[in-house]
């Protein structure tokens, strides 16, 4: 963790305004002074705390100029787009503006960098306002003291984009700790949607991620976030994301986690405004001794609105899940309809699924509701496939993307909803017996 303090601030510009000089100065503080979790924090229960280390992982010079364009070549899962990004160990590697339509219109896209150069009152009042509440205070602040790669998207009022705009995030050096960073604010009556995406070069290059999504909706705004995860599998990964919500806002994010050998994920929800809906939706899958950590949280502060998460994990081998969700309606938010579902399907008798849902209603006039479920593959489903002449790895391959396909048709996008089916199929091809 030494080492990683070290470097954490080395690549940084000295022109930082002083107010981001004060929040980096902060999170720096924090990180140095919080405790590294325990497995007495109840935040972190069943989390595999004890080899959970950030040790010896360093931000590093920027890579090749070879390693850049091969990785941006590789960034093709969404062709289609708006805009795009291409970070290399936090290295920028490929930047595709917005289009000068866009742009006589006010949207706004680019690299953190130059949006704290050019936009620094809006950087102000969003970047790094928004931290964690769910466990992982100190990582978020070793991400605000050391955060340098990333994307603005901003979307004045009464704007619609049909077209997603594409941030991929790569690692390739050995031992390298990144710290990606997505804020999107869009302002009343606005449309947009992004996807975030998170890769290895190899299978092989050790890395730590921390990185930090915010989203800002306005009013009647339409935010759709797509993420997808699959670091390999000598990755540690916390990924701090949170949303809020104005009056008859609509965001949706879609999640899927592939990668890393732990992988944190807390989101936060938070409405603001009546007559907004909030919809997650995840699925993971997991092998051999991988651990996914889910945390999340549905804030009701406003009457009248909608969340709705669901979470769907698939475990082989001794691969572990830890899902823990909170609904809290304020006293005032009446009318308040939220939902919160993890399904957990164990295709080994080794994998295990640990499910802590939960609600705090303060107000009397809701409907809400919480559940989770575990089970195994039904046998009886397969033994009925293998009698018509389906082997049972395909069989079990079949049902596995029954289960999982509820949360990949949520993806309006069909190119990038087909790329993620061959990767599950990548996953899952070599591992199902």
Known sequence: MNS???TANEHLSANEPSWLAERRAAGLDRFKNLAMPTARDEAWRFASVGKLSIDNFNPVAAPASTTLDALTERSELVTTRAGRSVYVDDAPANFEGVSPELLAQGVVYLPLAEAIEQHPELLKKYFLKEST???????FGLHAATVKAGSLLYVPKGVEIAEPFVNYYWTSAT????FPHTLIIAEDNSKVSVVDLFFSETDANEALNISVSNIHAGANAHVFRKIVQDWNEKTVSFQLDTTVAERDAQVQNV???????RARFESQTRIEGPGADVKM???TVAEETQEFDQRTYQTHNAPNAV???LYKNALLNNARSIFSGLIKVAEGAQQTDAYQTNRNLLLDPTAEA???PGLEILANDVRCSHGATTGNVDEAELFYMMQRGISRRVAMQLMVFGFFEEIIEKIDNDELAENLRQLIHKKFESKIK
């Not at 031992?175 to 990144?178: I, L, M, Q, T």
């Not at 999640?255 to 050998?261: F, H, K, L, Y």
């Open 281 to 283: 939706y995840s699925l």
């Open 255 to 261: 999640a899927v986690n592939i990668g890393a050998e």
């Open 354 to 356: 640990n499910a802590l």
């Open 307 to 309: 969340s709705d998460l």
């Open 4 to 6: 990683t303090l070290e």
């Open 175 to 178: 031992r390298s700790a990144v």
């Open 133 to 139: 509440e769910l466990g992982s205070e100190k990582f």
